[in-house]
Structure formats: C-alpha cells, structure tokens
C-alpha cells in the first residue's frame, strides 16, 4: 500500500528526515515512536502532502502510483486521512456540512453517487454515537469552541465517516484523558480491516494496550532505527530511548 524508501526531507531548509524507510501493507497498524523532535510529525505531513515540507530525495509509493507527484487533495480522495496535531477550527462550517462535503467529494472521485441528506444524517448519528459526542455537535462550527477531547473525538468521528484506506494518527503528548484515549483506540480498532492501514504516531505505550499494533517502529534522527512487534513499545517504556545509544537526538 505505502512504501517509504530512503526518503530525506525538509522544513524550512532544515534536514529532518534522513534516509526514512518503511513500508505498510494492507490490514497492518504501525506505531511510530521516538524522541521528541525526531521527525514523527513531519513523516505525517509529508505523507499528507503539506505545504512547506520538501522532500529532497527518495520515494513515496501509494498504490503503486508515485505519491509526491500527488497533489494534497487527491491524497484525500484516494483515502489517505491524518488526523490529530492541530486540529483546525472552521467557524461558520458546520460539522455536517464539512462531513458531508469532505464525503462527497470522496465519493466522487470513486464514481459513486453522493449520499441524499437523509441517508448522510442517518450514517453521521449513527457514528457519533460511536465517539460519545452529543448528535448537536454536528450542527456546531468544526472545532469551533470544542474542548481538546472534543476535538479528538471530532477527528475520530471524520475518520470512521470518511472510513479511510490509510489513516495517519499524530498523537499529541498531551491531554488526553483515559476516556479519550478509549474513544480513540475504538475509533482505529473499527477501522481496522484487511484492506486498510493505520500509522499511528504516539508518546503513549499505554495506548497500544487498547491498539494492539502489528509493528513498532522508533523513529529517530529522521530515520527509523529500530522495528519490532508491540513487545518493542513495551521495552521502550522500561527502558526509555537512551539504551538504543541515538547520539545525536534529545530523549522524550
Ligand atoms: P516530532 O514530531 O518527532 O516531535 P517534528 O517532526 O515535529 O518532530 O520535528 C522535527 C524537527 O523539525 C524538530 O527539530 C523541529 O523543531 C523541526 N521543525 C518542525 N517543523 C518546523 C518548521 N516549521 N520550521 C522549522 N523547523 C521545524
Ligand atoms: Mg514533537
Ligand atoms: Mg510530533
């Protein structure tokens, strides 16, 4: 599905990914680790094709289809979704209204028909249920005024609406209750199917007991320096980073 291979990349004329490889086949859950300031988060926006991130050299394969060469929309259409690190507000865009078309669009693309307002409701009330949000937060401003588990039971909602083939999750180190963390775990754990993937960045051990990834990957440096099962996110929590002697990065 995506294949990562020898990828360098930068912000701002800073080099933060160095030689990144990896590669995620279909039904598989990834969980990248690491120190803070290693690289996870720009590993994300590269995938998702933001603005400001350049990737220098290497490939991206989606699908077999070169995914650089794939404008940020189209990346969406084809089923790529990330979620998490700075969930945006839009004031004035209902969170239905913003599902609705985000959906559409999608299904456009597929050459599927757009879903009627009834039927698009009754999936979206159906869903929200899933995320313990109250069905009024669909008719409130994305975001808008939403407290940060809000906002993170918000993201998840999109994702099982927008049931994406390969979801990116970028956990934020902070602020998240065990209530959220539940509702995440869900979430992903429903997506979960043998014809999607998941690559879920987080600081939290305790969130794979709920997600129980097939790899785990330590990211650090720009580069993945280590891969192994769950027991690896295990090890690192005893451990910390230190034993995997990464000179030149902070340890989280
Ligand atoms: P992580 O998510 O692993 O903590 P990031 O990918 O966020 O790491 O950041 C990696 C490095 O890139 C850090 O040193 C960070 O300061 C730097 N960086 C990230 N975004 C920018 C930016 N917009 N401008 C300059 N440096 C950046
Ligand atoms: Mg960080
Ligand atoms: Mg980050």
Redesign the pocket.
């Known amino acids: 599905m995506l294949s990562i291979k020898d990828l360098y990349a930068r ?2 004329e ?1 080099e ?1 990914l160095k030689g990144l490889t990896l590669d995620v086949k279909p039904g598989e859950v990834h969980a990248i680790m ?1 120190p ?7 590993l994300t926006h590269v995938l998702s094709g933001r603005e ?1 991130y350049d990737v220098t050299s290497g490939e991206i394969s989606y699908y077999g289809q070169d995914l650089l060469e794939m404008e940020p929309e189209d990346r969406a259409r084809e089923g790529i979704f990330l979620a998490f690190q700075y969930p945006v507000e839009i004031p004035g865009v209902s969170n239905i209204q913003f599902l609705r078309t985000a959906m559409n669009s999608i299904r456009k693309h597929r050459g599927e028909e757009e879903l009627d307002a009834a039927t698009f409701l009754k999936l979206a009330r159906q869903k929200i249920g899933m995320v313990n949000l109250d069905p009024e937060f669909l008719k409130r401003g994305v975001n808008e005024g939403f407290s940060g588990g809000e906002k993170k039971r918000n993201e998840i909602l999109q994702m099982l609406m927008l049931e994406p083939k390969l979801a990116l999750l970028d956990e934020t180190d902070s602020g998240l209750d065990i209530d959220a963390l539940q509702v995440v775990a869900n979430g992903v754990n429903a997506l979960r199917s043998p014809d999607r993937a998941v690559v879920l960045v987080t600081h939290y051990q305790r969130l794979l007991n709920y997600i129980v990834p097939d790899y785990v990957h330590v990211l650090a440096n720009g580069r993945i320096v280590k891969s192994g099962g769950r027991e690896l996110a295990l090890e690192l929590e005893e451990k910390g980073y230190g034993w995997l002697n990464l000179d030149d990065d902070k340890v989280a």
């Open positions: 912000v701002e800073k933060i690491g803070n300031g290693s690289g996870k988060s720009t400001g």
